[in-house]
């Protein structure tokens, strides 16, 4: 069976959840599920603690744990960028996860962190039976053009705006 090319996207809230949502119904049929996290590194996220006690989940963090420029990112966050793209090189070879989420990679695109056709490459080398999800904000068209499946998340009133602060359980 075909492998789908899903993309959560937008400036709303929600992408990462709707990815571990899908993961978990994944995880639910006895699948194997990659989660990679770019631009991400603390350990403190909900996903993050609860990963461990999921065995067929392996989750992976490819940034620091500190908020990146988007207009200057420092030569760190170019590196990890491109080591995430590695992992996801190397899942796709070994070809042993079902599902597999690039959670971010499409917000180290907006930071050019990494570029369109360093993605576009590497989406050609995925197994063609995975199922493959790719979140964040700015989208470009060439990888909207090529997924099966797009949904923008989009804000009509969000708490945090309000004044309410994240909280354990509600990583906004």
């Not at 207009?71 to 996860?97: N, S, T, Y």
Request: charged share 25%.
């Amino acid at each position: 069976m075909k492998g789908l090319l899903l993309m959560y996207t937008g400036n709303g809230k929600g992408k990462t959840t709707a990815a571990l949502g899908l993961s978990l119904r994944a995880l639910g049929h006895e699948q194997k599920v990659g989660f990679l996290q770019f631009m991400k590194g603390s350990k403190n996220y909900g996903e993050v603690r609860i990963s461990e006690q999921l065995p067929n989940l392996t989750l992976v963090q490819s940034g620091r744990d500190s908020f990146v420029s988007f207009e200057d990112p420092d030569p760190v966050d170019i590196a990890m960028a491109h080591d995430g793209l590695d992992i996801l090189a190397q899942w796709f070879k070994e070809d042993r996860f079902d599902l597999i989420v690039a959670d971010e990679l499409l917000v180290a695109l907006g930071f050019k962190l990494v570029t369109v056709q360093e993605v576009l490459d590497l989406l050609e080398k995925r197994p063609s039976r995975l199922n493959l999800v790719l979140t964040g904000r700015y989208a470009p068209d060439e990888i909207l053009a090529i997924a099966d499946t797009v949904t923008i998340m989009q804000e009509q009133r969000h708490a945090y705006h309000q004044g309410v602060e994240a909280k354990e359980g509600m990583e906004f």
